[in-house]
């Protein structure tokens, strides 16, 4: 970083605090200042990150690691003009207004400096653009590393289309004037999403466009983060709605932030034939499984979740089961599933979260705009759908520390969460692209490819064996390991005989046994339908604008 006034360099000074505050002085008579930045842009680490991402044929332009702003300002109210120099001929999408563009480089519109990060630039080499909508315009832009991945079929094409549509229908209104998914397809860049007012930029593993598997896993990320233009962008809770990037945001709402966004967002894959009926049910069956052996539910409510935000989402995986991370995503789902059976058992079927969603987030249709909201602006809108104590209803859930995961939902949706012998084909997709074997279920163990443990469930098997979170099993019963071998292993314990499982473990250089007292051979959840109740979970996620 360089700071000039009439060419001369200015000497600046980092706050003691902010770490992201500059002090210096303008000499008099300068009336403005330059600042030079370069942005180094960081090797691929993994994990989640929101910053800029560039390969050899792509990059995620993000505009808030390139810029400085005046301390305090609000940032609706400070004006930026961008522009961009690009390697010849690649293409770009962004949902931020072009004023000139020549072939090496474009001049974006002026806008508010909220509005430019709020716009980030997906540029590269090999690039597709596909129409999704004409009214309001939607669009998907798809940067890969390689061209043969973009070779995407015309059932998957349609899918993307009816999430528009399907959106369009559960909401009633749009608040954008031209929508873009910026779609990164890269083994070389972070995996995640991140939601925007006219965009989502949302990057996904290199052939999740033609893997079944990958698709399975990675592309529900396209319909959470539209859903976020609506839940998130416009309706915004007011503690997340803050005037600058210095100010702290307080997270408490963060269930409905994301927790109704994960549970429309989900809706929407079903809907939109993104997901089987069976893959949304198997999602939900391993969503609900995990969150239901989660010891940790015992001393941390999930409104503390929200409240710890900022520092779960960096928080390592190990001992996540005894210490809980950011479950206001798949929880926020079980209790909005809770949340929309009840208004459809008050309503005998009348209304439903859907009618919420229209109150709540739709007409009229606007521009981008925030209307920020209140924990009691969401019991009121429950109310005027269908009276009830929603208050009571909603703060029981968040301040739980049961141990049981909230499953009203699922019941009244008429389904049973259960056990079987096998995998259901999401948690067989999770497995193959996540490379981890799931045990949690059957002698509390999730493992690691390179068979280093990820996570034990407390109060089970191998934890009451002394197994934990780092440690390496070297060998099962003997025999060198493997993740078969393991299953194996747990599946022999249905016989009498074989209800030990003797694990030789490698704990920090320390080799131990550790013997699994279990007897119930291998456990993974799926949902069972429960007969004596109406199939209102299938009502619920049937499409709404056109014939599965
Ligand atoms: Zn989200």
């Known amino acids: 970083m360089k700071i000039t006034a009439g060419g001369k360099t200015i000497t600046w000074r980092r706050d003691d605090v902010d770490m992201y505050a500059f002090h210096f002085e303008v000499p008099a008579p300068a009336k403005e200042i330059q600042v030079a930045l370069d942005f180094l842009s960081p090797t691929f680490a993994g994990g989640f990150t929101a910053g800029a991402s560039t390969t050899a044929h792509l990059a995620m332009v993000t505009w808030n690691q390139l810029l400085l702003y005046p301390e305090g300002a609000n940032v609706s109210d400070v004006i ?25 480089k474009v001049d974006f519109g002026a ?13 590269g080499e090999y690039f597709l653009v596909i129409p999704l909508a004409a009214n309001p315009p939607n669009e998907i832009d798809i940067g890969a590393d390689n061209n043969a991945d973009l070779a995407i079929g015309p059932e998957l094409a349609t899918t993307l289309k009816r999430i528009v549509s399907e959106a369009a229908s559960l909401f009633g209104a749009t608040h954008y004037t031209h929508y873009h998914f910026l779609l990164t397809l890269s083994d070389h860049t972070a995996h995640f999403g991140l939601e925007h007012h006219e965009s989502n930029d949302s ?18 990320v396209l319909p959470h983060e539209f859903v976020h233009s609506w839940n998130g962008k416009y309706r915004r809770p007011a503690g997340l709605a803050t005037p600058n990037y210095q100010e702290p945001m307080k997270g408490e709402l963060l269930w409905v932030y994301e927790g109704l966004t994960q549970y429309l ?41 929200t409240v710890a935000a900022q520092i779960l989402y960096g928080s390592p995986a190990e001992w996540n089961s005894l210490r809980r991370s950011v479950d206001f995503y798949d929880e926020g789902w079980l209790i909005w599933l809770d949340t929309d059976t009840k208004i459809r058992e008050l309503t005998g079927g009348a209304k439903s979260l859907d009618d919420f969603c229209k109150r709540f987030h739709g007409a009229p249709s606007t521009a981008p705009m925030v209307k920020t909201y209140v924990f009691d602006d969401v019991v009121t809108t429950l109310n005027e759908v269908a009276p009830f104590d929603w208050r009571t209803f909603l703060l029981t859930r968040l301040n739980s520390t049961d141990f049981h995961a909230p499953l009203g939902g699922i019941e009244r949706g008429g389904w049973k969460l259960a056990y079987q012998a096998t995998p259901n084909g999401v948690l067989k997709d999770q497995e193959q692209v996540r490379k981890f074997t799931e045990l949690g279920y059957s002698i509390g163990l999730r493992l690691n490819e390179d068979s280093s443990i990820a996570d034990v469930i407390e109060g089970l098997a191998a934890s009451k064996a002394g197994s ?14 493997s993740a078969e071998i393991l299953r194996d292993s747990v599946k022999a314990t249905t016989d009498l005989r074989k209800r ?22 291998e456990k993974y959840p799926v949902l069972e339908r429960d007969a004596s109740k109406a199939d209102v979970l299938s009502k619920i996620i049937a499409p709404l604008t056109w014939t599965r």
């Not at 060998?475 to 060198?480: C, H, L, P, R, Y």
């Not at 131990?512 to 007897?519: D, K, M, P, T």
């Open 468 to 481: 934990g979170p780092g440690m390496k099993v070297i060998a099962v019963n003997g025999k060198a390991y």
């Open 111 to 123: 806008v508010s400096l909220e509005r430019l990060v709020d716009s980030p630039v997906l540029t």
């Open 265 to 305: 967002g989900n809706l929407l894959a079903a809907r939109s034939g993104l997901w089987t009926v069976q893959q949304y049910r198997d999602h939900l069956a391993e969503s609900a499984a995990d969150l239901d052996h989660k010891p940790g539910r015992l001393w941390r409510p999930l409104i503390d979740t």
């Open 203 to 220: 990057r996904v593993a290199e052939r999740s466009l033609l893997d079944d598997a990958l698709r399975d896993v990675s592309l529900g």
């Open 500 to 521: 030990r499982i003797d694990l030789l473990i490698d704990n920090e250089g320390h080799i131990e046994n550790h013997q699994l007292s279990y007897g119930e051979g």
């Open 80 to 104: 930026f003009k961008a522009n961009l120099a690009l390697p010849t001929g690649w293409k770009f999408g962004t949902s931020l207004p072009v004023a000139s563009q020549s072939a090496s």
